[in-house]
C-alpha cells in the first residue's frame, strides 16, 4: 500500500522531467548518468533524492495518520471507558472483548503511539523528507554524495515501519503468534494486544520476555528489532547529509550563506550520528537479555510469575542511561529541521532577512551541543547524586538560553515587516507560539525538586506534546504547504488550508493547556482508568473537553490530507517561484528537472534573505543575482565562467 | 480575521519570476549588496567545479563520519561496561585466551600491508598494489578464524556468553568488531575486484586514477581504525582492571 502511494505521486513529481542538456565539456570518458527509464527505478528503487523524500514524506503521512488513530482510541477509553467500538474485537479478540478496551490494550497504544509518532514521524518527515528534497537543491548539488546509500536508507526505514506494525499482530493475534516464527522470535506472542513498554521500553519489563505477561513476546522482540533497524537507517541519512553539506556546495555557496534550513538538517544529521549508535547498543544489549540469558539490565533475585529468575547483578538503570542519552538529543532531532524552516518561512513572509542569522546558527548548534548533556533530567527520580542532579539540572536550564536567542530573533524577523499571512506563515508562526508554550514547562521540569513532583504526570505529557509533538508537527505543515508548489507543480488550495490551521492551532491548545492542570493536581500518565481515583473526579470536565478537543483537531487533520491528494492533481499551477522567495530551489522549474539544475552548475553571490533590499527594483533578490562587485569584475572578464554558469535557465555555459 | 488579509502573491508574480533569476545582468541586472548578509568569504563554497568532476574529499568525509558513529557506539557500550564492572558481586573475570595474542598480531601486521597496498597504488605500481591488498585481505581473514577458534578455547574452559557479566561482554565485543571487520573484507574484495576490472580502462585516465587512490584511502582509514578498535578492545577487555 505504502509502495503504491509513493508510486502515484513520485510519479506527479517527476512528469516535467526532461533530460539534461547533453554536455560536450565532459569528454567521451565522463559518465554521465540521464534519468531512469523504468518505473522501479523511477519511483520505487530511485536513486534521486526527490523521489526518497517524497517517499520518506509519504511514510510520515500513513504514519502519522495511524498514530493519530491510535491517540483518538486513547482518548475515548479514557472519557467513555465502557465504550464499545466492535471493529476492535475482531482484530483483537482478547485485547478488546466485546470491543471493549482493556487496561493492557490501552498500555499498548501508548506504546504504540508514542513509537510510531517519535520515530517514524518526526525524525522521517522533518529531516528524510523535507531534507533529502531540498538540501541537495538549496546548496546547488545535483543529489546527495551517496544516492545509493540514500535509497537504502529509506527502504531500511520502511522494513522497520512493517516490522514494528508486524510487532501489534504477532503479539495480539493468537494464530500469528503462535506460528512457528513467532515462537522463534520470543516464545510467541500473549495473544491479547501489541507490545506493552512505552516508547522507552524500560527493563526490566522489557527484558524479561513472556514470563513478564501480556505484551512481553514476540511483539516486544520485534518492537526492539524495529528500533534497532531505524538506528541503522538514520545513521545512513545522517552520513550522507553532513558529507553532502560539507562537500558538495555549489560556487559562492560559502556556510554563511546556506538556508537556515541547510543549518538545521546538518545539526540534526550530526545529533542523529552521534545518539542512534548509543541507542543501537543499547537495543543489542536487550535483545541478548531477552534471547541469550545475559543480565545486562536484570536485576539479581529478581522473582517474576512466581518463578525465581537466574539473572544476577544487572542494572535497569543503565538502560535509561543509555536510552536517554539518546532519548534526548532525539527531541532536538524532531523540533531542529522545524525551527530551521520556521527561520525560513518567517522571513520570507515577513519579507524581511533573518533577524540575527549568526546566532541563528550558533544557537542552533548550541542548542545541538547542550542536548547531550542533560539527559539525567529525564532520571531525577530513578535515584541520582544530588550534585549530579543539579548539575543535569543547572544545563538544562542553559539551554533556555540559545532557545531563548532563536525566538527573539523570530519576533525580530517579525517586527516591522511586511506580513503576509499564507497558510505557511500561519504554520510557522504558530509553531514559534507552541515552541514558547511547550519549552516554558521545560524550565518547570528542569528543576529536580519540582520534577520529583511532576514526574510522570499529565504536566510532563503536556510539555513534551507541545514543544516536541506538536510544534514539530507544525513545522512540517509548514514545510508542506510552503514546498509543496516547489514539489508537485501545483499550489495547495488557500482555503482548505486556513480551514485546516485554526482548529488545528486552536485545538491543540484546547488538549495540552488542561493537562498542565490535571498534571498539577497529580493525574499520572500511562493509566488507562481514573475512576477509582476520587481525588481526580474534579477534572472529568477537563477530560471531557481535551477529549472533544482531540477528536475536532484530528477530524481537522483529513481536510489536510484531502487537500494534499486533491491539489496534486487539482491544484493551481504554481510557478518557479511563487512565493517571490530568494533561494536556490526557486530558480528551477517546479518540480525540478532530474539532475535539480539541468547540467549547470549555479553560482551564488549572496545570502539566503536578501528580502527588500534598499534600491533593488524587487522585495526579494536570488541569490544567484549578482551583485554590483562581481557584476564590475565580469565586464573585466574575470568571472567569465561564472557569467554562464549562473544562468538558470538551461542552457549550458561550459566550453 | 487577520488571515483574510492573505494574498495568494503566486497567481500575479510566476510569470515575472521566471524571467527575473539570474539573466540581464551583464547591463541592468546588477544589483547593490543587501542587508549585510554576504558571507564572509565570498569565494567559499563548492568551488570552480564541473558537474562530472570528482571530489576526492567525499570519500573521506564519508569514511570520517561513518567511523563517528561506530566510535559512539563502542563508547556506549564502554560505559556500559565500566558501569557493570563497578558491581562487583557477580563479576569474574578470565584470562586472555591465547589464540587472542595471535589476532592481535594478524590484525596489527595487517594494517601494514595495507599501508604498503596504498602506497604502491600512489607509485602506479599495480602490480604490488594487488599483491599487498591480497595478502592484508587474507590478513584480515586469519584475524576473524583467530577469533573464531579464541571463541571455541573459552567454550571448551565452559564459559559462554550468560556464563557472566564479563563474559557477556567479551563475546559481545568481539562480534561487533568482528562484524565491522568483515565489513572491512568485503571492502578490500572491492577494491581487489576492481584491480582485475581496471585493466580494461585507460591507465592514462587521471580521474580513474584519483577515484580508485581516493577509495584505497577511506579504505584504508576503515581498516586501520579497525585495527586500533581491536587493541583498544583487547586492553578494555583484559588489562582494565
Known sequence: MEEATAATSGNVAVTETHAPVETSHHGPAAHHHGPPTSFIRKYIFSVDHKVIGIQ????????????????????????????????????????????QMTPEFYLSLVTMHGTIMVFYVLTTAPQGGFGNYFLPIQIGAEDMAFP??????????????????????????????????????????????????????????????????????????????????????????????????LNMRTRGMSLMRMPLTCWSWFTTAILALLSFPVLLAAGVLLLLDRHAGTSFFIPGGLVVSDQLLPNKGGSPILWQHLFWFFGHPEVYIAILPGMGLTSHVLSTFARKPIFGYRAMVFAMFAIGLLGFFVWGHHMFISGMDPRTGMAFSVLTLSIGVPSAIKTFNWIGTLWGGKIHFTVPMLF???????????????????????????????????????????????????????????????????????????????????????????????????????????????????????????????????VFLFNFFWSLFKGRKAGDNPWNATTLEWTVSSPPPFDNFGGVVPVVYRGAYEFSVPGAAEDYTMQTEPDAESAAAVTHGELAQGEQGSSGNGHDGHH | MVTMVITSISSSTSEQTKSTPGIGWGGTGARPNGNGSRGPKGNGGGGDRNRSDFSPQQYRIGMWVVLAAVMMMFAALTSAYVFR???????????????????????????????????????????????????????????????????????????????????????????????????????LSYLWLRTLQRVRHDRADRQGAAKEQARADAMGIYWHFMDGLWVYLFALLFLWR
Open chain 2, 85 to 187: 564492572a563497578d558491581r562487583t558481586q557477580s563479576w569474574q573475570s578470565f584470562d586472555v585466551p591465547s589464540l587472542m595474542w595471535v589476532s592481535t598480531a594478524l590484525i596489527l601486521i595487517s594494517s601494514v600491508t595495507y599501508e604498503m597496498a596504498r602506497r604502491a597504488l600512489k607509485k602506479a605500481q599495480s602490480a604490488a598494489y594487488r599483491t599487498w591488498l591480497i595478502v592484508s585481505l587474507l590478513l584480515g581473514l586469519g584475524f576473524l578464524v583467530s577469533q573464531l577458534l579464541a571463541w571455541q578455547q573459552l567454550v571448551a574452559q565452559g564459559i559462554y556468553l550468560a556464563t557472566n557479566p564479563h563474559s557477556s561482554f567479551f563475546y559481545l565485543l568481539t562480534a561487533l568488531h568482528a562484524l565491522h571487520l568483515i565489513l572491512g573484507v568485503f571492502g
Open chain 1, 428 to 558: 510557522a508562526i504558530g509553531f514559534v507560539s507552541l515552541f514558547v508554550a511547550g519549552g516554558i514547562t521545560g524550565l518547570v521540569l528542569g528543576q529536580t525538586t519540582l520534577d520529583l513532583a511532576m514526574h510522570d504526570s499529565y504536566f510532563v505529557l503536556a510539555h513534551f506534546h507541545l514543544v516536541m509533538g506538536v510544534a514539530a508537527i507544525f513545522g512540517m505543515f509548514a514545510g508542506v504547504y510552503f514546498w509543496f508548489p516547489k514539489m508537485f507543480g501545483r499550489m495547495m488550495n488557500d482555503t482548505l488550508g486556513y480551514i485546516h490551521f485554526w482548529p488545528t492551532f486552536i485545538g491543540v491548545y484546547c488538549i495540552f493547556v488542561p493537562m498542565h492542570a490535571m498534571g498539577i493536581v497529580g493525574m499520572p500518565r500511562r493509566y488507562s482508568s481514573f475512576e477509582e481515583y476520587v481525588f481526580l473526579a474534579r477534572t472529568e470536565p477537563l477530560v471531557l473537553l481535551v477529549t472533544i478537543a482531540a477528536l475536532v483537531t484530528a477530524a481537522t487533520q483529513f
Open chain 1, 56 to 99: 520518506y514524506l509519504l511514510l510520515a503521512i500513513f504514519s502519522a495518520f495511524v498514530g493519530m488513530l491510535m491517540s483518538v482510541l486513547m482518548r475515548v477509553k479514557l472519557t467513555w471507558p465502557n465504550s464499545s467500538i466492535t471493529i476492535l474485537e475482531t482484530i483483537f479478540p482478547q485485547g478488546a472483548p466485546g470491543g
Open chain 1, 148 to 245: 545509493v546509500l540514500n535509497m537504502l536508507s529509506f527502504w531500511v526505514t520502511f522494513v522497520g515501519l512493517v516490522v514494528i506494525i508486524a510487532a501489534v499482530f504477532f503479539e495480539g493475534n493468537q494464530a500469528l503468534g503462535t506460528s512457528a516464527l513467532g515462537m522463534w522470535l520470543g516464545g510467541g506472542g500473549s495473544g491479547t494486544v501489541g507490545p506493552i513498554g512505552g516508547w522507552t521500553g524500560y527493563p526490566p519489563l522489557s527484558a524479561l520476555g513472556k514470563i513478564a505477561g501480556p505484551g512481553q513476546g514476540a511483539g516486544m522482540s520485534l518492537w526492539i528489532a524495529s528500533i534497532a533497524i531505524f538506528c541503522v537507517a538514520s545513521l545512513l541519512g545522517a552520513l550522507n547529509f553532513i558529507t553532502t553539506m
